[in-house]
């Protein structure tokens, strides 16, 4: 049995010869940098920062300049007759014309040129607190823009380490189907010797030719599997699906069970779907004011510095004036009253998709941690069944020498060994990805190296 593996070994170390070698952090870290999803989340986030920028502007005074300029081809010049100025008595009767004469008046307008510009400086006073309130919201949006990037880098991290794993479990079952071939090959060669000797029908040999062949249809099978598993892997770190790699990572076999005390109240305060739903309450709330705040008075005030101009009337003039304004809502036929209730309604909806999300999450902890203890437990009886199996084999194969047991009891021995081992690996494989599904599942996967 040992010759097996030590000939196996020393094959495989020839195959490894040009390819690249990546650790879990390595495709971990091609991942994160490769992935769309992350990069979009990504620019969401430099969005939700940018707003945050904008909204601090409002408390700003905003400045606008505006110019005009009015040209009217069709228009004729004004033209006012002379006359005598009439005469009015203490109640504003006309009682006559008086001596007083009006020489008349010519308006040169005709294609009349006007131009104007202005200058106004516009700052807000209060206006029932939206200003404040969209600040506030702003700077939640940058809060919840950042949970839901590190939110989508756990996700990315959780695929590409369930990609590793199973492609490490992958090679490893390979090393172990091979490793049950060379036993057949040995096997088949040996019957094949005896029935040539006369020593043994040609019906054993073809018992274990029939169970090579189906081994070897199950090794070219993983193989297989193995390039599908590989070009997963590349394409989740945005390698070319041809790339040849080889992972740096083995399944421990004494591997401590993690603490996993009071993991629903890490995940409580870790998970950042919570933390995003948190944020959308008080959102929610900041909403509700702000639709009071429509309701309430503004103040505003503008100071603007004019010029108007227009040469056909030898006109030029310098303004400058102040405003200062109040607007006050005084009837809305309801209307503050049936937005705010929707708005009532609104926050009062997101509350309840919080809770609902809690106790989502509460049991999908709990689910996750079972979930490791199972796959711990499993391990403790795979490796008891491999001891087992291996101690099976050893003697099956001894006995089977000194004629005691059939070749269909080694053939099975021999078999059972692989499965054995086989379970084995895939126990491992379910621990490791139990255990990052786990550390997602209360929200700590960033803060966990990939070597624990």
Not at 119 to 125: D, F, N, Q, R
Request: aromatic share 6%; net charge negative; hydrophobic share 40%.
């Amino acid at each position: 049995m040992k010759r097996y593996i030590i000939i196996f070994l020393l094959l495989i170390g020839l195959q490894s010869q040009g390819q690249r070698v990546l650790t879990l952090q390595e495709c971990r870290d091609l991942a994160i940098d490769y992935n769309k999803s992350l990069q979009m989340a990504g620019v969401d986030a430099q969005k939700a920062q940018a707003n945050q920028k904008l909204a601090r502007t409002a408390y700003l005074p905003a400045l606008d300049g505006t110019a005009s300029a009015t040209y009217l081809p069709s228009l004729d010049d004004i033209e006012i007759p002379g006359m005598f100025l009439p005469t009015a008595d203490a109640d504003g009767n006309t009682t006559g014309d008086s001596e007083a004469y009006f020489p008349g008046l010519s308006l040169n307008t005709e294609k009349l040129s006007l131009y104007q510009a202005q200058l106004a400086l516009t700052i807000p006073i209060y206006a029932g607190g939206q200003i404040r309130n969209a600040n506030k919201m702003a700077d939640l949006g940058v809060n919840m823009s950042q949970n839901a990037l590190e939110l989508e880098r756990d996700r990315v991290i959780q695929s590409t380490d369930e990609a590793f794993w199973q492609l490490v479990a992958l090679e490893e079952n390979i090393k172990v189907a091979k490793i049950y071939v060379a036993m057949m090959d040995s096997l088949e060669d040996q019957l094949t010797t005896m029935y040539e000797l006369g020593l043994s029908p040609k019906s054993e040999q073809l018992k274990v030719s029939v169970q090579k062949n189906d081994a070897e249809l199950a090794l070219l099978r993983a193989n297989n599997g193995l390039s599908i598993l590989k070009m997963r892997l590349c394409q989740l770190m945005g390698l070319p699906l041809q790339e040849d790699i080889r992972l740096d990572g083995q399944l421990a076999e004494n591997m401590p069970l993690p603490n996993m005390d009071n993991a629903w109240a890490k995940a409580s305060i870790n998970r950042k779907e919570l933390l995003i739903m948190e944020d959308q309450i008080k959102i929610a709330e900041l909403s509700k004011q702000n639709t009071a705040g429509e309701y309430k008075p503004t103040v505003g005030a503008q100071i603007s510095y004019s010029y108007l101009n227009s040469p056909n009337l030898d006109f030029d003039s310098w303004n400058t004036m102040a405003v200062a304004q109040v607007s006050l809502p005084v009837f809305h036929w309801k209307e503050r009253k049936h937005k705010l209730a929707a708005a009532s309604l609104d926050q009062e909806k997101t509350k309840l998709e919080y809770d609902n999300s809690r106790e989502l999450i509460q049991l999908e902890v709990s689910n996750l941690t079972i979930r490791v203890q199972e796959a711990y437990q499993t391990i403790v009886l795979a490796q008891k069944s491999c001891a087992q199996a291996q101690e099976s084999l050893e003697e099956v194969a001894l006995s089977y020498e000194a004629g005691l047991n059939t070749t269909t009891d080694l053939l099975n021995a021999q078999a059972a060994w692989q499965r054995a081992e086989s379970n084995k690996v895939e126990a491992l494989t379910n621990l490791e990805i139990a255990k990052t599904a786990y550390q997602k599942g209360i929200g700590m996967l960033n803060s966990i190296s990939a070597s624990n």
